[in-house]
T-cell receptor, first 113, second 114 residues
Framework: SQQGEEDPQALSIQEGENATMNCSYK?????LQWYRQNSGRGLVHLIL?????REKHSGRLRVTLDTSKKSSSLLITASRAADTASYFC?????????????FGTGTRLQVTL | NAGVTQTPKFQVLKTGQSMTLQCAQD?????MYWYRQDPGMGLRLIYY???????DKGEVPNGYNVSRLNKREFSLRLESAAPSQTSVYFC?????????????FGSGTRLTVV
């Protein structure tokens, strides 16, 4: 079963606009991560936020985490055509020496010129 | 280039045939994972290996076997392929400490079973 669910499933915006996508999850987590997947390619890690953090920034990315609501959001500011991709949240329990990530179903972002 | 290498990139099998998907990483990572990606379902964990010599089942292990040959290599075997195993397969690895980093993924193997 999927731990995370992204919302919306698809998002279309114009270049320069901000894109916000949300992730909800079901069980307690140690950390939450966001990944990007370009069409036909593997996933690329974007950012990790720990359960004791509320907000994190990396370049044009801003991630928030609300553990009381079991939700996270990813904001991409000043979007570019190159940001067109699918975005996945993944939650990690971190048990022992392995961290089995559980992925959501993804948000497809289309950025048009 | 450092990273995760998967072979082959594409494969077509007939029902009942067997094959092994290969994965190798050169980052000295301890943990390795196999996921499958199906439309509308995100990624689902098949098997993982926390360290050399250990393997464990994930969410969808039926019909698959794995081997952690050494620290670098983690292979996935389909003994008798079925159409339901048509999917894109991704291998990933994770270094230590895992809490600070995300997975590194390979580029995937697109498998079609007819």
């Amino acid at each position: 079963s999927q731990q995370g669910e992204e919302d919306p499933q698809a998002l279309s915006i114009q270049e320069g606009e901000n894109a916000t996508m949300n992730c909800s999850y079901k069980t307690s987590i140690n950390n939450l991560q966001w990944y990007r997947q370009n069409s036909g390619r593997g996933l690329v890690h974007l950012i990790l936020i720990r359960s004791n953090e509320r907000e994190k920034h990396s370049g044009r990315l801003r991630v928030t985490l609300d553990t009381s609501k079991k939700s996270s959001s990813l904001l991409i500011t000043a979007s570019r055509a190159a940001d067109t991709a699918s975005y996945f949240c993944a939650t990690g329990p971190y048990t022992g020496t392995a961290s089995k990530l559980t992925f959501g179903t993804g948000t497809r972002l289309q950025v048009t010129l | 280039n450092a990273g995760v290498t998967q072979t082959p990139k594409f494969q077509v099998l007939k029902t009942g045939q067997s094959m092994t998907l290969q994965c190798a990483q050169d980052m000295n990572h301890n943990s390795m994972y196999w996921y499958r990606q199906d439309p509308g379902m995100g990624l689902r964990l098949i098997y993982y290996s926390a360290s050399e010599g250990t393997t464990d089942k994930g969410e969808v292990p039926n019909g698959y076997n794995v081997s952690r040959l050494n620290k670098r290599e983690f292979s996935l075997r389909l003994e008798s392929a079925a159409p339901s195993q048509t999917s894109v397969y991704f291998c990933a690895s994770l270094g230590q400490p895992p809490i600070n980093y995300g997975y590194t993924f390979g580029s995937g193997t697109r498998l079609t079973v007819v």
